[in-house]
């Protein structure tokens, strides 16, 4: 099956810097890769996903790139603010598009 | 919308014990997953079901077991607990097919630990 690895575990920055997480994924048919952030005592969120056929995709302060040849996405935070602290996660899809394979998670802290 | 609902939050258990959390969902979503997140470690898939009456197996599906009756419900059953079953479990659901965004909602949670 599909193996996603992120790094990583943990990152620290200052308020108004920028924080770069990336992952890698290990099977070329997997097709949509979403980044979550979960908060402390709750669910995920979806923050911003990518499909397959795209190589940037940008949504306010946070982007996301894709490069395929390579099999690696990363997250791009930008202008870092205290409530972005949190875990986020980053996923694959599998062949069939039904099953999601994630990353083990980077612990995110904007120093103010 | 109430979204994807889970109860209990906690939970303590005895090996050997058994107990089902419940998960239910009003956005008619047709699919729904079952997840285990370990300190530490990501979203690991238990089981999932991509509609009423079909369930199939995630990465972990060992020592659980689900139902699917309902659109809405999607039950995980723990039959005899043991301690590597301590974990935080989410369920999560999803629409798929057509133009649907692949968007997973996400549960609260349900903190379990087997002592």
């Known amino acids: 099956g599909e193996n996603v690895e992120q790094h990583p575990s943990t990152l620290s920055v200052q308020e108004g810097d920028s924080a770069v997480i990336k992952c890698t994924y290990s099977?070329?048919?997997?097709?949509?890769f979403p980044w979550y952030k979960q908060e402390l005592g709750k669910g995920p969120q979806l923050i911003i996903d990518?499909?397959?056929?795209?190589g940037e995709k940008k949504d306010q302060r946070i982007a996301v790139t894709l490069n395929k040849t390579a099999k690696h996405f990363s997250l791009h935070i930008t202008e870092t603010q205290p409530e972005d602290s949190a875990v986020y996660f980053c996923a694959a899809d599998n062949r069939a598009g039904n099953q999601f394979y994630f990353g083990t998670g980077t612990s995110l802290t904007v120093i103010p | 919308n109430a979204g994807v609902t889970q109860t209990p939050k906690f939970r303590i258990l005895k090996i050997g014990q058994s107990m089902t959390l419940q998960c239910t969902q009003d956005?008619?979503?047709?699919?729904m997953y079952w997840y285990r997140q370990d300190p530490g470690m990501g979203l690991k898939l238990i089981y999932y079901?991509?509609?009423?009456?079909?369930?199939d197996k995630g990465e972990v599906p060992n020592g659980y077991n689900v139902s699917r009756s309902t659109t809405e419900d999607f039950p995980l059953r723990l039959e005899l607990a043991a301690p590597s079953q301590t974990s935080v479990y989410f369920c999560?659901?999803?629409?798929?097919?057509?133009?649907?965004?692949?968007?997973?909602?996400f549960g609260p949670g349900t903190r379990l630990t087997v002592l």
């Open positions: 079901s991509v509609g009423a009456g079909i369930t």
């Open positions: 999560a659901s999803i629409t798929r097919g057509g133009l649907a965004r692949n968007e997973q909602f």
């Open positions: 956005m008619n979503h047709n699919y």
């Open positions: 099977d070329s048919a997997s097709n949509y």
């Open positions: 990518i499909r397959s056929n795209v």
